[in-house]
């Protein structure tokens, strides 16, 4: 026999100092003194672009829902700052060419190593426990049916506990967006076994050791001390897994308490996990704690000597009067029971390898709430109870004494935000998994842009000339390609999207100066939609010329569109030759070979070849009119309807105040944002006339049907006229202050339903080469390049411009 008794450890290890005993139901967590325990991941409203109204009224409401907790009840609200290096990986993206993955290529590497960018996660935990059990059963069977007498002790908390965390959860997601922590199954070996890993277990152990990562389940989740699987060495210096930890408590608060008082936290450039603990007390209790605070202070009103002989003689002690006016004001607050009393302790909990970077980073935090005028304290010999404290369901350690009601918890607490957007497009139509649209600058904390909400991808661009709209425009469509089979359309103005397009192997039209384009509208007449469509197209022509169009027209129409569905001969010559009218046929004289625009529009065969990635330049074609322009936009506007079906799919409208200003061209939007969102198409919509979208008569359409809004910096956004605008849109005061603060050419403002935030492209050199250089030095050094080099341009352009690493690369 071995003697193994002094191998064996009789002394308490790190696993007793935790609570953590079993999961009894998805979700719920028994403790080792007996409490339940729940939690949730959350994210608040962005406090940045709130109004004092609007976070006022977060806080009122937070503060109702709390206040209906009472003894036996406490939360713990986790804001969780990590670093994030996180990007989509190449084997996620689908980019077609070169150029496109080396724009992305760049983009991943300043975000992978990058120092100074951190996400916030933020979550809440809500445990209970029974203030204490009944000892006499008379009520129980007096006011009680059959079934409940059978109910044992446990299972009647237990379902306590779950109705008051149903309710709970209820009301905090008509504030913030709110997922429960729970149980999830994961199939192993094809589905042979079944994996169970709990995300409330998880994020205990994240708490005790600052790794984040699944934790496994046994077949029966009982006995969970095994998530303290690091070493702890306490003392003044404590460590957990060879990693010191540092402690910074915030011991004293200022005179009063507003929404967010302390958000400044959640914009550190550094890892730390700010841990806010309330134990709550029922009126009763409060107001007892409370009397014993006034009558301390009473005490100190008047000197002894006068009390002993009942004199006033002495000085009253003013700061003793207040006091004692303060604590009565509270004790008023805790009998109205509009608030609730407790326990707060708040801490900051840091984690760093060095404990000279350790010490540095805590001494940056307590200045940094020293400033907000709190005091604050770098915890020593009570590191240890302060860091336990601060784990998930622990009720006992470092406990502070002084109370708040739940009106000012509402208003300490880290319940605001800062969006960092989805880490996958939320579009259902996608590939599961697909990453966001682009990642992109802000502060220390990146943002992850996605255009849609759910399955609507309709964005509304706005801003001044020269703000910085064709470059975004250009990104937006750059990073596009990363989505399988993805396709672009984009109308362009001023060749802004030239480089690009040549760069990425599309294909660019200059409609209306490129002799190589012909069109020949009528060439397709197979089905009924395409003779509905040729017929409704020939008799806006006629419109466009004057002529009103009566039954007898679009009969004549209707009857030469059917005949030369039977027939090889379908230029828009032949229907002139065949439709018996004259005043059709005299009407579209001016589209034909006999009038100017027959280059254009009335060839034998169709020149227009769509690529993936098309961009028409229509600045040229803008300038000939609304009867040259309409007839030949409406047609390309139907070829590009045609290619949509069902492939990721983007429309870029550069200057759509062109299409706003025009009736035809705003029934047509208005049909493309009510139904292109079937067949996976998203539409932008772009123009730095304000007027023009206002006065469009399709505003509303335009608010409620492109949840996405892209604001550039427009400094008259604060004047009259352009206010109301914004105003019109849904904009706050706060967000139209930030749109007219906003710096031209590098700041952008998107807002949707699920966050706002302005944001920075952070466009490096090779990005800014394909979607910044549009000026015509740079169009004439390209032609120049393509001339001389064919396909390779994109090298020797990469090379001119100084980047050598990255022409070899794409040479490569």
């Keep these: ?457 309709h964005t509304l661009i706005f801003g001044p000339t020269g703000s910085g709209k064709s470059t975004l425009l250009a990104l937006i469509a750059a990073q596009f390609r990363r989505y399988q089979d993805a396709q672009v359309f984009a109308f362009d103005k001023g060749r802004s999207m030239y480089p690009l397009t040549l760069a990425v192997g599309g294909d660019h039209y200059d409609v209306g100066s490129d002799d190589v384009l012909a069109f020949a509208p009528l060439s397709e007449l197979e089905t009924d939609s395409d003779k509905a469509w040729a017929a409704e197209w020939i008799e806006t022509l006629i419109v466009m010329q004057g002529v009103k169009v009566d039954p007898d027209h679009r009969n004549a129409i209707s009857h030469q569109i059917e005949l030369m569905a039977n027939s090889e001969h379908r230029s828009l010559s032949d229907f002139v030759s065949g439709v018996q009218k004259r005043d059709i046929k005299d009407a579209l004289q001016h589209y034909t070979v006999e009038g100017p625009m027959g280059n254009l529009l009335d060839a034998e065969r169709d020149a227009l070849k769509l690529s993936s990635f098309q961009t028409f330049e229509i600045e040229e074609l803008m300038n000939m009119g609304d009867r040259n322009l309409v007839p030949v936009l409406l047609y390309l506007f139907r070829r590009i309807e045609k290619r949509l079906t069902g492939e990721p799919s983007l429309i870029i409208l550069d200057e759509a105040w062109l299409m706003l200003g025009h009736p035809a061209f705003r029934e047509k939007i208005r049909e493309w944002l009510k139904v292109l969102r079937k067949a996976n198409c998203a539409v932008i919509l772009a123009t730095q006339s304000i007027s023009d979208a206002t006065g469009s008569g399709i505003i509303d359409v335009l608010k409620e049907s492109c949840p996405t809004k892209i604001c550039l910096p427009n400094g008259a956004a604060r004047e009259t006229g352009t206010r109301e605008f914004y105003e019109r849109i849904g904009f706050n005061e706060r967000q139209i202050e930030i749109v007219a603060s906003a710096t031209p050419k590098h700041e952008y403002y998107v807002a949707s339903p699920d966050g706002r935030r302005l944001f920075d492209m952070a466009l490096g050199p090779i990005t800014l080469s394909f979607v910044g250089a549009s000026g015509k030095d740079d169009i004439k050094r390209i032609n120049d390049l393509r001339q001389a080099y064919g396909d390779e341009w994109t090298i020797h352009w990469l090379k001119q411009r100084g980047i050598e690493d990255a022409a070899q690369r794409l040479a490569s």
Excluded at 102 to 130: C, M, N, P, V
Excluded at 195 to 218: M, S, T, W
Excluded at 360 to 385: D, H, M, P, W, Y
């Design 1 to 457: 026999m071995v003697a193994l008794k002094k191998f064996r450890r009789a002394g308490p290890s790190f696993s007793d100092l935790l609570p953590y005993a079993a999961l009894v139901e998805n979700g719920i967590m028994l403790l080792k003194d007996g409490s339940l325990m729940a939690g949730w991941y959350f994210a608040g409203p962005d406090s940045e672009s709130s109004t004092d109204f609007e976070r006022n009224e977060v806080s009122r409401q937070i503060n109702t829902i709390l206040a209906r907790l009472g003894t036996g009840w406490m939360i713990q609200v986790e804001a969780v700052r990590v670093p994030t290096t996180k990007y989509p990986t190449p084997a996620q993206c689908h980019f077609p060419d070169p150029v496109s993955r080396l724009i992305d290529d760049e983009r991943r590497k300043r975000f992978e190593r990058a120092d100074g960018h951190y996400e916030s996660q933020h979550a809440i935990i809500l445990t209970y426990r029974e203030p204490e059990q009944r000892k006499s059963g008379l009520v129980k069977y007096v006011y009680s049916d059959a079934d409940s007498r059978r109910e044992t002790y446990a299972d009647r908390i237990l379902g306590k506990f779950k109705a008051t965390i149903r309710e709970f959860e209820q009301y905090m997601a008509n504030v913030v967006s709110i997922r429960r922590m729970v149980t999830h199954e994961v199939e192993e070996r094809g589905g042979a076994r079944i994996a169970k890993y709990d995300d409330l277990l998880q994020f205990a152990r994240f708490c005790i050791v600052g790794e984040n990562h699944p934790v496994r389940l046994p077949d029966i989740p009982m006995y969970l001390d095994y998530i303290a699987t690091a070493e702890f060495h306490h003392g003044l210096a404590p460590m957990v897994d060879n990693r010191y930890v540092g402690v910074v408590a915030i011991d004293g608060f200022p005179a009063e308490s507003w929404p967010g008082i302390l958000n400044s936290l959640d914009l550190m450039p550094l890892t730390y996990r700010w841990s806010s603990r309330f134990m709550f007390l029922d009126p009763i209790e409060a107001r007892q704690r409370l009397e014993r605070t006034r009558k301390k202070w009473i005490q100190k009103v008047r000197p002894f000597m006068d009390q002993l002989f009942q004199t006033n003689s002495g000085a009253i002690d003013q700061d003793a009067a207040l006091m004692v006016a303060e604590s009565e004001d509270a004790i008023a607050a805790a009998n109205s029971q509009l608030v609730a009393y407790g326990y707060y302790t708040p801490v900051i909990v840091i984690f760093e390898t060095d404990e000279a970077r350790l010490r540095e980073k805590c001494e940056a935090v307590r200045r940094l709430i020293q400033a907000e005028g709190f005091s604050a304290r770098i915890e020593s010999l009570n590191v240890t109870e302060a860091f336990l404290g601060s784990l998930p369901g622990n009720w006992y350690a470092n406990i502070r004494e002084p109370l708040i009601h739940t009106r000012n918890l509402a208003d300490l607490v880290p319940l605001n935000s800062v969006w960092s957007g989805e880490a996958e497009c939320p579009c259902p139509f996608y590939s599961e998994g697909s990453p966001p649209l682009m990642q992109v600058a802000s502060g220390s904390t990146p943002f992850r842009l996605n255009l849609h909400v759910d399955d609507v991808g």
